[in-house]
Each structure stands twice: as structure tokens, then as C-alpha cells.
């Protein structure tokens, strides 16, 4: 059952990202078609052609190779062959504002799937309160955080002390308990092996019964083996607006810190504690093994589980967004910076009444764009490798 569950969490992650690469691509595609620009192709994925169909002027497929898309733009530079007759038509015959929109609009549509499934997470599945110290119990003591249990696996104390699904702790060692953050931090400071007074509030019921705490390798310290049962609030419009709003400045705000500090980051993916120095650095790979352990963790709220992978895939629409709107050929964000320069070029020689200077030549480019493209790939295959041997596990 729980590697069905894996494959489920696979799935949904690799279905998210398929979809993402096409409505950043159909940004392309309806911009470009609204401006008039005649556009050839519209594909997900490269290599061989798998399917195609033709519609109008445009051919619509997928290929073999499900790493991306693409929208084929007849005169994209200077160095595309256009037939004269379409020339009208072709990107570069546009004016700057229209190639900058269309070149734009892939990284906006990242940023309204990130936008929209926040507010889908508010709206639908609701949002986890804090205020509460209801818990699931936990039915053994697993060799690591979120993993399945085994026969081999002893008990945990909640199970022991038959604690059930539902009970709300109210105080320990005496001292009342408000939220989870007071319950785990009461939890933790008790001796383990020490008889422990608990009270118990269960179907309007409050008694105390004494738990013999333990310790795990993996939690700091005395262990109950209980989880929060958070209750999920859904938000009207105007809150899950909010609540959209507020969590994309601040995943927007961790991407641009992650991209600033990856550089240093990436000689920890192959260390030992990678999950803590390097855990925030992974591929595609790395993040539908992420996703896998989610949705298969044992003893988690489908609630807490539907928030962390939709929180996943919101987190890389918003870093595929940004990341695609750097400076730097071949990305969107390079194309645009040289249509800034042509832009900015014309105006100041209409502004000396020099002849306008055109187009950039690519060509000149190209070594500078080819040695990004085997950065960009390298990293990504280093990644790939790190995910591989020095799998990120979730804490």
C-alpha cells in the first residue's frame, strides 16, 4: 500500500510539472497569436514526434521526451530564414512592448498556477490551526521520521498507553497545554523512562493516566509517538485571497535566496546530514522522491499531505518562473534583455538622428549562450546524481 502511495505521489508531481510546461507554453502561444505573430508549432517535450494534429497555421503535438516544450515563432532573431510574405507576421517585426509581453507571459502563467493552488489550498482543502492538541497515535517506533511501520518495530508509549485517535492532552506533568507548540515542547522535557502524568480529555471525558516517555535517534528529545490532528478552516474569497497573496511573497522571497546561495549550497548535496545543509538544493528528481515520501508517510492527515504537495508544486512553478526570467540566453529572461537593448538602442540613435541600428546578431552570441546551456546541464546532471546516491529524507 505505501508503495502504491509512493507511485501516487510520483505521479501527481510529474502530472503537476507536465501540466506547468503547458500553459507556460500556451503563454507563449495565446500572446503571440493575439499580436498577430504567426506561430508554427506548439509541442511538450523533445526529441521524436509522438503525436501531432494541425490546426490553421499550427501544428500541436507532444514528443518523446517529456523535459520541457516549446512554441515556434516564425523570425524569433535576426538569423531566422522568414519567407517575405510572412515577414509582417514574424516576432521580430513587432514592436518591443509585444515581444517583451510574449516573452513574459511564460513565466506569468507559472506564477498564476502558483497563485491559483494557493488559493485552491484555502479555499479547498482549508488551513491547519495551531490551536489545537488533538493527536493521532503513532502505533510503533519507526527507524526514521515519516516511515512506514514494520513488524520488527516496537511499540510507541501512546500506543501502549492506549491512547486513541481523537484524545486531546490538555496537560503534562500537570501543566496545562494550549497548543501544539506548548504540547511539544512538554513533551520533550520530560526525563525518558520516567512515568509521566497525563491528562486526557476524551469524548468529554478528562482523566490522567501516567506514560513511560522514550527516545528516538531522530527526534530531540523524550518521544510520545503522537501527531497533531489539526483542524483545517477553509477560507472564504477574501481570506484565501489573502492568504494566496502573503505565502507567494514569501516563497517568491525563499527562491530568490535559494538561487542567490546555490552556488554555495552545492557542495553539501553530497554530504552526509544533506537533508540539513543541503536539503533546500535538489533536481526533479530529488523533488518527486520528496514528494513520494509525503504522500506514503503513515499516521499523516490527507489534509497535511494534499497541503505539502500542493505547496510543492506552487514552489516550483514560482522558482521555474523567476529562474526562467535571469538575463540569459537561451532563457526567456535573455531574449527579453536583448529586445530591452534593441529597444533602448533605437531610441537613443532616433534621439542623435543616426539610422536605427536593428537587430542584435546572435551569432555573436551564441558562444556565450552554448556555455550556459553546459552549465545549465551539468548542474542538472550533478543534481540528478546527488538525488541518486545522497537522497534527500524528510526529518
Partial sequence: MTDLLGLLGVAIFVVAILVSIMLHEAGHLATAKAFGMKVTK????????????RRGETEYGIKSIPLGGFVEIIGMSSIDDVDPADEPRSFRAKPGWQ???????GSFMHFVIAFVLLMGLALGIGLASSNSTTISVLPCLPAKALAACTASDPKSPADLARLRQGDQIVAVAGRAVHDWTQLGKAISSQRPGTPVPFTILRDNRRFTTRISLTHVRWH???????????????????????????????IVTGTVQSIVHRPAELMDVFSKNRSANGGGLTSVVGVGEVTDQVVSASGVPWQSKASVVI??????NIFVGIFNLLPLLPLDGGKLAVVIFESIRSWLARLRRKPDPGMVDMRKLMPVTVAFLVLVIG????????DIINPIHLQ
Avoid at 515581444?99 to 507571459?105: D, E, G, T
Avoid at 510520545?224 to 477574501?238: A, I, K, W
Avoid at 505547496?311 to 516550483?316: A, F, G, K, P, T
Wanted: charged share 10%; hydrophobic share 50%.
Fill in 311 to 316: 505547496l510543492i508544486i506552487v514552489s516550483v
Fill in 99 to 105: 515581444r517583451s509581453i510574449v516573452l513574459l507571459a
Fill in 379 to 386: 548542474y542538472g546532471v550533478l543534481l540528478i546524481a546527488a
Fill in 220 to 250: 530531540k528529545g523524550a518521544y510520545l509517538g503522537v501527531e497533531e490532528v489539526q483542524p483545517y478552516v477553509r477560507s472564504g474569497p477574501l481570506g484565501a485571497i489573502s492568504y494566496a497573496g502573503t505565502q507567494f511573497g514569501s
Fill in 42 to 53: 506548439y509541442f511538450v517535450g523533445f526529441g521524436n514526434t509522438v503525436w501531432s494534429t
